[in-house]
T-cell receptor
Framework: KQEVTQIPAALSVPEGENLVLNCSFT??????LQWFRQDPGKGLTSLLL?????REQTSGRLNASLDKSSGRSTLYIAASQPGDSATYLC???????????FGQGTILTVHP | DGGITQSPKYLFRKEGQNVTLSCEQN?????MYWYRQDPGQGLRLIYY???????QKGDIAEGYSVSREKKESFPLTVTSAQKNPTAFYLC????????????FGPGTRLTVT
């Protein structure tokens, strides 16, 4: 059974800091890994999707890496802003199960 | 505009009543999913459907039912058998080829009293 773990559970940083969110998964048989953002009471917004054959993806200040062999992904946020405050979720789409498995999320607070 | 719609945004019901949550997509995606999210927790899979007229139980299917009569629609019924139905419900769809990138609707918050 696929299990996804995110560390830390919560993170509070001052504006301008670079930060790293971590995600680990137990079964490396995946099609892809997605990072999502969720604002309170809202649905999920896809930030980055990394295919299993890729090592990283970048979008603006965000960079996500994938090391499938070790079952790890990181989301790097450069020059954080208060508007980045949200819950960040990672999820893997497994070849064995045909579905997404989510981590518990990291609650990020960026204070001015 | 292509996307996934869920209605209503907020839903209130009395205990013992069945309630149906709507999910529609115009992305021409084959697969559709229902998730439940409780405060401070990740998403848990309730049911999913990879093709019309077929669906599979997810990790927490007890007390829920679904149908998939049309490609665009995947309604979820929360029955009176669901012990703790108050939660945030999210619907998603997925093209079953190429990227396997999942797209999410805005969610429905169900409160049962």
């Amino acid at each position: 059974k696929q299990e996804v773990t995110q560390i830390p559970a919560a993170l509070s940083v001052p504006e301008g800091e670079n930060l790293v969110l971590n995600c680990s998964f137990t079964d490396s048989a995946i099609y892809n890994l997605q990072w999502f953002r969720q604002d309170p009471g809202k649905g999920l917004t896809s930030l980055l999707l990394i295919q299993s054959s890729q090592r990283e993806q970048t979008s603006g200040r965000l960079n996500a890496s994938l090391d499938k062999s070790s079952g790890r992904s990181t989301l790097y946020i450069a020059a954080s802003q208060p508007g980045d405050s949200a819950t960040y979720l990672c999820a893997v789409f497994g070849t064995s199960y045909g579905k997404l498995t989510f981590g518990q999320g990291t609650i990020l607070t960026v204070h001015p | 505009d292509g996307g996934i719609t869920q209605s209503p945004k907020y839903l209130f019901r009395k205990e013992g009543q069945n309630v149906t949550l709507s999910c529609e997509q115009n992305l021409n995606h084959d697969a559709m999913y229902w998730y439940r999210q409780d405060p401070g927790q990740g998403l848990r899979l309730i049911y999913y459907s990879q093709i019309v007229n077929d669906f599979q139980k997810g990790d927490i299917a007890e007390g829920y039912s679904v149908s998939r009569e049309k490609k665009e629609s995947f309604p979820l019924t929360v029955t009176s058998a669901q012990k703790n139905p108050t939660a945030f419900y999210l619907c998603a769809s997925l093209p079953t080829a190429n990227s396997y990138e999942q797209y999410f609707g805005p969610g429905t918050r169900l409160t049962v009293t």
